[in-house]
């Protein structure tokens, strides 16, 4: 009887284990995701952030927000990167925008193109001006090139008290496989 159960109990404690670990790893999943109350707001000068953000919201449901500069930049690419954009990151202005209470959300994916190597001034201004203590940033970035850069890091300097998640960061509007990418994302967050 002794053998059996000292053969027996080990079987039972790495049973547990795995099942506790598995319960775990799920409720990081999407679906873990989806009891929570999200907020897809995102910024998008040329639609790739935009296109990004749609997808993003019908997977994960709940409300998105377009980020708008109440001064929209100009339809000229020139005149908004060498121009405005650049005089904004040079002197780190935070353009007024639309803004939205994001008190009743948990988690809020941020969306932004990477403009001179950070996110775009408008998404600074969005992060700055509310509050985000206790709540999950999920930032996703769209570039010509240059990658992430440290947005994840530049988000939680300006949303203070926030916890910020891994970006998914995307070159353009990504490719044919951009929807799996997304979904397989978001059941690792
Ligand atoms: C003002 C401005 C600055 C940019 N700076 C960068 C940059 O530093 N690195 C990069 O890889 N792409 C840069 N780009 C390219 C955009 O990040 C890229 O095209 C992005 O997908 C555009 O997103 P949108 O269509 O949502 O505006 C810049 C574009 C603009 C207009």
Same mark, same amino acid.
């Given at each position: 009887?002794?053998?059996?159960?000292?053969?027996?109990?080990?079987?039972?404690?790495?049973?547990?284990?795995?099942?506790?670990?598995?319960?775990?790893?799920?409720? $990081? +999943?999407? /679906?873990?995701?989806?009891?929570? !109350?999200?907020?897809?707001? #995102?910024? *998008?000068?040329?639609?790739? =952030?935009?296109?990004?953000?749609?997808?993003?919201?019908? $997977? +994960?449901? /709940?409300?998105?927000?377009?980020? !708008?500069?109440?001064?929209? #930049?100009? *339809?000229?690419?020139n005149? =908004?990167?060498?121009?405005?954009?650049?005089?904004?990151?040079?002197?780190?202005i935070?353009?007024?925008?639309n803004?939205?209470?994001?008190?009743?959300?948990?988690?809020i994916?941020?969306?932004?193109?990477?403009?001179?190597?950070?996110?775009?001034?408008?998404?600074?201004?969005?992060?700055?001006?509310?509050?985000?203590?206790?709540?999950?940033?999920?930032?996703?970035?769209?570039?010509?090139?240059?990658?992430?850069?440290?947005?994840?890091?530049?988000?939680?300097?300006?949303?203070?008290?926030?916890?910020?998640?891994?970006?998914?960061?995307?070159?353009?509007?990504?490719?044919?496989?951009?929807?799996?990418?997304?979904?397989?994302?978001?059941?690792?967050?």
């Amino acid at each position: 009887m002794k053998k059996i159960l000292m053969i027996i109990l080990p079987v039972i404690l790495i049973a547990g284990i795995a099942v506790y670990q598995i319960a775990n790893a799920t409720t $990081q +999943t999407i /679906g873990g995701l989806m009891d929570k !109350k999200v907020l897809v707001a #995102y910024f *998008s000068w040329s639609g790739n =952030t935009k296109s990004i953000a749609q997808k993003i919201h019908s $997977q +994960t449901g /709940g409300d998105i927000f377009e980020i !708008k500069p109440v001064k929209p #930049y100009p *339809s000229d690419y020139n005149e =908004t990167a060498y121009g405005i954009a650049k005089e904004q990151k040079e002197k780190g202005i935070h353009p007024e925008i639309n803004n939205t209470d994001v008190s009743s959300y948990d988690v809020i994916f941020v969306g932004t193109p990477a403009w001179w190597y950070t996110m775009a001034p408008p998404v600074m201004t969005f992060l700055a001006e509310n509050n985000f203590e206790g709540k999950v940033i999920v930032p996703f970035v769209t570039h010509g090139g240059g990658g992430g850069y440290t947005i994840d890091k530049d988000m939680a300097d300006l949303a203070k008290g926030a916890k910020v998640l891994k970006p998914f960061v995307v070159y353009g509007r990504g490719s044919a496989g951009v929807d799996n990418d997304i979904k397989d994302w978001i059941n690792r967050l």
